[in-house]
Structure formats: C-alpha cells, structure tokens
C-alpha cells in the first residue's frame, strides 16, 4: 500500500528551497548486531569514513552538518566535537537531539555511510542529489534489482578520491539529483494510488465486508 507517513510529509509539507550545503548521515555507533556484521558495518570504518568526509569537505572549503544516529548519539556527540577540536575543522557542525526527516529538507546534498536505517527511505524521497560512500560497497548484500535502483537514485563513492571528485561536481553546481518519479513508486509509495492511508482503510474495509 505503500508508506503512509512519506506520502504525507512529501504532500502535505510545505517544501523549502534548501539554504544548507551538506548533511552527512551517520549510522548507528553499536556494531554487534548481526544485521550490521552482515552489512560491513562497524565503529572503526564509521570512524575511518566520517574523517574522510570531514577532511574532504575541509579540504575543498564547503561546510557540512554531522547527523548524529540515535544509537549512541550522546556518546557520539563527545568524540565528533572531540575530532573536529583536534583537526581544528573550521566547517564541519554537529547536530545534536535533532531529527533527520525534519532537518533533511534544508539541505542541497546529502550524504550517508549506512543504508539499513528508517531514515534512508526518507531521504530518497527528497528531489536532492544523495552519495552513498561505503569503502565496502561492492561487499553490499542485495538483490540485483535493487542495487541497479540504489545506482540510479545515487551517488556511489568508493573511496576519498571518489567522493572528492562527487564533491567538486556539487561545488560547481554539477550534481543533478537523480530523484524520479519511478523510485518512488517502486520503493515509497504507489504514485497513481493516491493516499496510502485511504487506500489501506478502504482495502480494510473491504475485508471486512
């Protein structure tokens, strides 16, 4: 029937222009749970990757704000302020105790490290350019189907030099969303069904006739 939530926050929500640059989304801190074993998951790389980004960002004098994940966020807080200090970053913000699908919309791009999370889906609904970037995303354990579908809502960067190059592009005002009609139909919503929670309560309904 498709996510009644989404449908109403794409059709009821007044839609800004984005004023933010960049929001990088992080997953969750705890890592010994099957499902994040399964999906190259752990603290060491998110810790790796996240210095990536930040020193890319820095590196080509864009700004970026850090989305915390509710697993360990005020653990979390502390070690990112704590890097950012260090690095003496001058671009890099950390949000904190905010939500993702509230503050999502006001940025131009963004980025994520982690695909199993409720925010994901959220997030490609919103008509902006998003980058994946997962050292280990040829290791990622899906269908074909799917990941031809991830490839063409995406930005897949592998490496530092990979995502530097995506950022360039953004920077130069380069990087077209690849938001489409199509993927949301197939992962969000039916389009052509109008709203989900109507569609639900009538099939109900139905039933119960």
């Known amino acids: 029937m498709g996510s009644i ?5 794409n059709h009821t929500s007044y839609i800004k222009k984005p004023t933010k ?32 980004v930040m020193d890319t960002v820095e590196g ?11 697993t360990g966020e005020r653990s979390s807080y502390g070690g990112y302020t704590n890097i950012i200090k260090n690095h003496q970053y001058k671009n890099i913000n950390v949000l904190y105790g905010s939500f993702g699908e509230v503050v999502s919309g006001n940025y131009k791009l963004i ?10 889906k959220h997030i490609f609904s919103l008509k902006i350019p998003v980058i994946i970037y997962d050292r280990d995303f040829d290791k990622i ?17 592998r490496d530092q030099n990979e995502l530097c190059e995506l950022l360039e592009r953004h920077k130069a005002e380069n990087l077209p969303s690849k938001w489409s009609v199509d993927f ?14 109507e569609s639900t309560a009538k099939y109900i309904c139905n039933i119960v006739k």
Do not use: E, M
């Open 141 to 157: 354990r899906v269908s074909g189907n799917i990941l031809a579908d991830i490839y063409r809502r995406c930005y897949i960067a």
């Open 184 to 197: 949301i139909d197939k992962y969000i919503y039916p389009v052509d069904n109008g709203d989900p929670g």
């Open 111 to 120: 980025i994520v490290d982690f695909l199993a999370s409720a925010l994901t």
């Open 21 to 52: 640059d960049i929001l990088f989304c992080l997953g969750p801190d705890a890592n010994l749970v099957f499902r994040q074993l399964l999906n190259y998951y752990s603290i060491n790389k998110k810790h790796h990757q996240s210095i990536d």
């Open 5 to 9: 939530q989404q449908y109403k926050k």
């Open 60 to 70: 080509i004098s864009l700004s970026v704000d850090i989305k915390l994940h509710p």
